[in-house]
């Protein structure tokens, strides 16, 4: 065991019988018996009768032959032991050892069953357990082994910030294109956040691109350590202050295909929270539940991914002290919780780049992820008042009038809110001229009464107007600002106002044109909030007017989700598309 500061190694046997040196030595014995071949030996043969020559001939050649033969079987018995000792079944008594609450599910597919066949496939255990309730997964009958194959970690390095370490797997996962070199980049950021990224070592890689803190200095106390095990790889993060390990990945294998990526850790409680958006307790419960990440509009329910992702957990620890984590990937994902307790990462794509925050209380965990995510806009103080709001007003006559039944009533109102019936024809930066031509004086009427009015906007832009008749699309096409498809030309979908495109705010410069037309609507109608609403972003068909493309992106081997194909069919745009 090598022993480091910030480190230790530890080389975990795979248990593999060693080839039998008896058997070796049998085989050499059967080609030590061959007939001499000396000068000595040709001599007394000539003097022999011809046919015991022939004899002696025959049986030499049938003696090599049978050498021959014996050296091809041993080559391909070792072979088949290399092969076996990768791709080999584990032995049922390994698997049964395994606790049911630290089986870590190798079959995860939705709308599979799970056959002895297909596990073993895998190289997997597989053992039958009781049937869990409908609606639940329960423990998983397809399992890792403990010595399932990893990736292996080689050498590994002091940086000015951490340390960088490289990984290599020797044997092919069961997912395509697994990627077989990574690096691990290991950075003490502060002294109570810590930002591991492991990524592929020979080609870039999509990373969300978000502006994170950037340090120039290593944490000089922190308040954790980090340790790794070498074969198979995994990290363990601690608190230094109590010993309490936080994270330890060595309990799971690793995957890091092109479009299929997992890690899991133990956890230090099952005091978990967090893992939005999804309409649930505000404990997670930890019997065998998955949440699915991928951003839809859609009516909250259980057990469904709803309109955000925010892909951060907080863990309570049973000493009362706090600590977060924090995966900076995009791409859909799901997180799978069992009873050990433990949680599993998976994500189809993108890298594994995790942020832990060590508090040590939530609220300074809160305030640590915050850091690196960015803080959200202090709200006016209005904005924290009295607020009315619905569907179905009609005119802005009758908005008006709602406003004034306040007033008269004595009932408390700071703002003022509209839906898209303001609009003409649901078109964003437009106003309906018959039914909602009083709205200005409406807005100056809140405004004297020291009120405020909030619209609302669906980044869904009309795009069948006559050319030169809506300035948003036209402008918007001018700058070149919308999502576009595989060929070039914008995307279209359908939102409120019909068949629509999508503005990618990836691109700087639809900020520019964002703003100018918000400015441009403003001078109408002078709102003092808006209302984002559709810009998950939502789109009422699948992938676009055409239907969802049929690109690797759209159809990944692997589907988080509780439905069947979430990624196609969870009311978005396509993911095979063109950004600025």
Known sequence: MHLMKWAFFHERSRHRQPLSTRNMKSYQKLAADDPHTTESGDEAADEKPLCHQKLSAWWMGGGLLMVAVLLSGVTVWVLGQIWWSQHTVPPLTKCTAIPENLRFDCYPEKGTVVTRELCEKRGCCFVETNRPSAGVRGVPWCFYSLDFPSYALGSINETQLGLVGSLTRQTKAYYPRDIEKLQLTVEFETDTRLHVKITDATSPRYEVPIEVPRVTKRAENPTYSIEFSKDPFGFIVKRRSSGAVLINTTVAPLFFADQFLQVSTLLPSKFLYGLGEHQSNFLHSLEWNTLTFWARDISPMESCNLYGVHPFYLVMENDGNA?????????????????????????????????????????????????VIGFPAMPPFWALGFHLCRWGYKTSNRTWEVVKAMRNYQIPQDTQWNDAEYMDQFRDFTTDLQSFNTLSQMVEDLHKHGQHYVIILDPGISSTNPPGSYRPYDEGLKHGIFINTTQGKPLIGEVWPGLTAFPDFSNPDTHQWWLENLNRFHDLVPFDGIWLDMNEPSNFVDGSEQGCSHGELDSPPYVPGKTRDPVNSAATISVLLHEF
């Open 323 to 371: 600590h977060g984590v924090f995966l900076l990937n995009s791409n859909a994902m799901e997180v799978a919780l069992q009873p050990a307790p433990a949680l599993t990462w998976r994500t189809i794509g993108g890298i594994l780049d995790f942020y832990i925050f060590l508090g040590p209380d939530p609220n300074l965990v809160v305030q640590q992820y915050q850091q």
